[in-house]
């Protein structure tokens, strides 16, 4: 259980630190960028609903007009 707490808080950093980075990125190259700075096998369904958390969050926003291009706000 332990493990899994650290993994989620590793994958949040992952998409934080990418977002901080780039400051506006499409889905798909997000899911790979944290994909790649996470040392576990990771599922894609687990980003995404860790993405869909910090939007609820408002640490970053899906973009007006594409919904597969993400801002990050905070």
Request: aromatic fraction near 10%; hydrophobic fraction near 30%.
């Amino acid at each position: 259980d332990k493990v899994l707490q650290e993994r989620k808080y590793q994958v949040y950093a992952a998409i934080v630190k990418t977002m901080k980075c780039r400051k506006t990125l499409k889905h798909n190259d997000l899911i790979t960028e944290v994909l790649r700075l996470t040392r576990f096998p990771c599922e894609v369904d687990y980003i995404v609903t860790r993405i869909k958390y910090l939007i609820e969050g408002e640490y970053m926003e899906p973009d007006q007009k594409d919904d597969k291009l993400y801002h990050y706000k905070a």
